[in-house]
């Protein structure tokens, strides 16, 4: 974390001795506002901003105690704290603000800042929950340090924070799909590590992206589950339905046996693009020699890219005849697999190069797998499904809030003849 103190994403951390400016200094803020830009004009927005920043933090505060400062009321839900400082990026520069601290039954952060700090709060709780059960090794006692300031947590704590963050994931878990409609699926899986009665298993997280009719991407959905077997999988695209995923064509992923069957289940007569990528990976299985490899790959990518399906199928038919002798069980492979590679040329060439793999499912993972190699072995799957979902929120909210479209979706339907 950057600034000069460190904020207890959880409700505790470190104190720090920030000079705090108090609502009652600010009772002319809007004139001190007025009076500054007057003076420095441009220069001034980035101090400006972090005034009004500071003070609207404070508002909330007391909004969230149900009591102003000083103020005594029967109806506090607890205390101020002091503050704790915190250095922002922004696009003025960077912004050193006081965060507002609490004490007492009640949890509370700033709604200012907590865009983007979703991943880091269930990556704390992640460690956290792992602190309270008795996996207190000088590692996991270090990372918690760093992340939460403090070592002094209690369950009762970690089970506050743990509920108030997994309510704001599932509404965005369960959120509605209707209003708008997915023409393009992309659907992936990876594998981490949890306790359960002891032992370490794998679990798997399955997530699906949706690029809607006006081009732009956002993630639809994230599930996890101790199996990729083809009851999660059509578990998780049946939830998609149900909470209105409609006017999909064009789906996206690896051929994965339980997602092959579940896909064909729920998206019967839509059209399935068999990743490009990891095809010429299971091809390599089959080439008899290793010193044919590079050149079976060559002609392979030669296929995929080829400027048209019916070229495509003329170079696959010629290699299917080069190696029926030589090496029977490539050529029998690539007769019946390619062509699910092929499905891409049915959309625009505009479109191709992003839909001829899962690979932007695939770089979601690497986001993840930077995050989770932090925890290593999740305390349990509750605990992983938390900051998946709280990177993917964050993750989707940029893509969502991007003037830039992911793809352009003003061109013909059908590609122009090669």
Known sequence: MTGTGQIGLLGFGKQTTAKVTHPHQ?????????NQI???????????????LNHAMEIERSKALGAAPYERTKTRKGYANGFKSKT??????????????????????PSALERGQRSERALTLAIAEMYVQGV?????????????GTLEISSTQVSRAAAQLDEQLEIWRQRPL??????????????????????????????????????????????????????HWSDFLGSLQERGLHGTTFIVSDDHPGLRAARVARFPGVLWQRCQFHL???????????????????????ILHAQSRPQAEAQLKAMVSKYRKSAPELSAWLEKNVPESLSVFSLPKEHRPRL?????????????????????????????????????LDISEDWESSPILYLNMNLPKTPQAS
Do not use: M, W
Request: positive net charge.
């Open 88 to 109: 922002l990026k922004t696009r003025l520069g960077e912004l050193c603000v006081n965060v507002p601290q609490v004490r007492g039954e009640i949890d509370f952060y």
């Open 280 to 302: 010429q990976q299971n091809a390599s299985q089959y080439v008899p020699k290793l010193a044919l490899r590079p050149t079976v790959a060559a002609e392979l990518r030669e």
């Open 38 to 52: 007057s003076a420095g004009g441009v220069d001034a927005f980035a101090e400006s901003l972090r005034l009004l």
């Open 356 to 392: 001829r793999t899962s690979n932007a499912a695939e770089r979601l993972n690497q986001e993840i797998k930077r995050r989770t190699r932090v925890v290593r072995v999740f305390p349990h799957t509750q605990s992983l499904l938390r900051l998946v979902s709280a990177l993917l």
């Open 178 to 231: 209707n209003d708008i409609a997915y023409p393009y699926l992309i659907l992936d899986a990876r594998y981490e590590k949890v306790r359960r009665d002891g032992a370490v298993l794998d679990c798997a997280v399955l997530l699906a992206i949706g690029i809607d009719a006006s081009g732009q991407r956002t993630i639809l959905g994230v599930s996890t589950a101790l199996s990729e077997a083809q009851a």
């Open 26 to 34: 600010h009772s002319n803020l809007l004139d001190q506002l007025v």
């Open 136 to 148: 207190s090794t000088r590692r996991v006692s270090a990372i918690l340090s760093e992340l939460a």
